[in-house]
C-alpha cells in the first residue's frame, strides 16, 4: 500500500498525475506521516497523508489508501475524545452560582464572554469570573459582592485580593480558569 501507487492530484494544472515514492510514518500521530509524490511533470512534493482522505486531494488507483487514512481519522477522533474525557474526569470543578449583580440568571452566553477573557491580562474596570475559597464560581465580582451582602461598588477589592493572593471579607480569591467556565458551560449544552 502507498509505494508504488499512482495518483492525481485535483490541482491537474499544478501537479496532475504522479507515484508514490515514500511514506514517512509519525509514530506520535499517523494522521501527520508524509507521503512523498513524484509527478509526471517532474515537480516532487511531500503531503500529509490528510490528503488521500475521502474527500481530499488526490485520487489513486490503490484502492486501500482511502479507506485507510479515514480508519486513522476514526481512531485519532476517538483517541482525542478518550483524551478529553479523561481530562474531564481528571478535574474537580467548583459548582458555580447562577445569579448575577443584577439579581438575574446567568446566562450560557454570559459565561461564554467570561470564557473569551479567561486567563488574560484584566484591565481596570474589565469584569472576570471569580472563585471564592475554591468553593464557589461568580461570573464576577459584583455577583460575588450581592451575594455577600456587600457594597456592589467595591468589587475591585475582590479582583485585587485575585491579583495579590490576599484575602477580601475573610475569603480567598482566585479569578476562575477557562476550564472551570467551560465545564459550567457544558452544564447548559447538556440541559442541566
Known amino acids: 500500500m502507498f509505494i508504488g501507487a499512482n495518483v492525481n492530484h485535483k490541482n491537474t494544472a499544478k501537479f496532475g498525475t504522479g507515484v508514490i515514492t515514500d511514506l514517512e510514518i ?13 509527478f509526471n511533470n517532474g515537480a516532487f512534493s511531500k503531503f500529509s497523508i490528510k490528503a488521500f482522505e475521502e474527500n481530499g486531494f488526490f485520487t489513486t488507483d490503490d484502492e486501500d489508501i482511502i479507506p485507510f ?3 486513522l481519522k476514526v481512531e485519532s477522533e476517538e483517541k482525542r475524545k478518550a483524551e478529553l474525557k479523561r481530562k474531564a ?15 438575574k440568571e446567568v446566562t450560557k452566553e454570559d459565561w461564554i464572554k467570561a470564557a ?8 481596570p474596570n474589565e469584569s472576570r469570573a471569580v472563585v471564592m475559597d475554591s468553593d464557589l464560581i461568580f461570573i464576577n465580582a459584583s ?7 456587600s457594597r456592589i461598588k467595591d468589587c475591585d477589592k475582590i479582583y485585587k485580593a485575585c491579583e495579590n493572593n ?21 452544564l447548559f449544552e447538556e440541559g442541566h
Open 26 to 38: 509519525n509514530p506520535e500521530d499517523q494522521l501527520k506521516s508524509k507521503v512523498s509524490v513524484q
Open 69 to 71: 487514512v479515514e480508519k
Open 89 to 103: 474526569e481528571s478535574i474537580v470543578y467548583v459548582p458555580s452560582y447562577d445569579i448575577n449583580e443584577y439579581d
Open 116 to 123: 473569551e477573557v479567561a486567563g488574560n491580562h484584566r484591565f
Open 143 to 149: 455577583a460575588a459582592m450581592r451575594y455577600m451582602g
Open 166 to 186: 490576599n484575602k477580601f471579607q475573610g475569603h480567598s480569591w482566585s479569578y476562575a480558569s477557562r476550564d472551570a467556565i467551560d465545564h459550567i458551560i457544558s
